[in-house]
Each structure stands twice: as structure tokens, then as C-alpha cells.
């Protein structure tokens, strides 16, 4: 069965960070595409962050520059490291897996506070 579950989300201030995980079971973890996008109330899911399995890297404009993407594939493992969080960063972040087939995480919330 494959699982990516997110976790490290959480209530952060503005100008904050935060650092999500997302961790991958079930699957060849290492070929595959990587990424995080987000979804905000009321609007349509957009990618953040992607990452290859030869680690280039790919950012949304609105995060260039705040966001770092990596991953860890001994862990099976795929961050997300957000500095100089601004509210408009408020949403549910979720992870994907590209192979073979598309996997999602279930997401974890982010809420930035002004």
C-alpha cells in the first residue's frame, strides 16, 4: 500500500519558519519526481516545490527565494524548509509522488498569522 504522509505544518507567525516532511512507503522511492503544492480556501491547488531524483530543483514564483526543496532517499524521505512565511503562504500543503503512477499525500495545514 503506499503512504506519503506530511507532517510539520502547524499556526507560525509572519516572517516565521517552518520545515514539512513528507514521507513515502510502498513505492521506489528514489526514480521518482517529488514535489509540494498547496491548495488555499477557495482556490485551485498549485504547485510549490519539485525536486528530481537527481536532486534539480523547480519553485512557484511566489516562493523563490523562501522555499527549499530536498529529499533524503535513504529515508524515503521529502522536505519542504519555508523561511519569511507571509500570509498569503495559509493553505494545505500536500505532497506528490510522479512515477510510474501520481500519489498524494493527504496534506498538512499551514496557517500564517499576521
Known amino acids: 500500500q503506499v503512504q506519503l504522509v506530511e507532517s510539520g505544518g502547524g499556526l507560525v507567525q509572519v516572517g516565521g519558519s517552518l520545515r514539512l516532511s513528507c514521507a513515502a512507503s510502498g513505492i521506489i522511492f528514489s526514480p521518482n519526481i517529488m514535489g509540494w503544492y498547496r491548495q488555499a480556501p477557495g482556490k485551485q491547488r498549485e504547485m510549490v516545490a519539485t525536486?528530481?531524483?537527481?536532486?534539480?530543483?523547480n519553485y512557484g514564483d511566489s516562493v523563490k527565494g523562501r522555499f527549499t526543496i530536498s529529499r533524503d532517499n535513504a529515508k524515503n524521505t521529502v522536505y519542504l524548509q519555508m523561511n519569511s512565511l507571509k500570509p498569503e503562504d495559509t493553505a494545505v500543503y500536500y505532497c506528490?509522488?510522479?512515477?510510474?503512477?501520481?500519489?498524494w499525500g493527504r496534506g498538512t495545514q499551514v496557517t500564517v498569522s499576521s
Open positions: 525536486i528530481t531524483n537527481s536532486g534539480t530543483t
Open positions: 506528490r509522488s510522479t512515477g510510474r503512477y501520481i500519489y
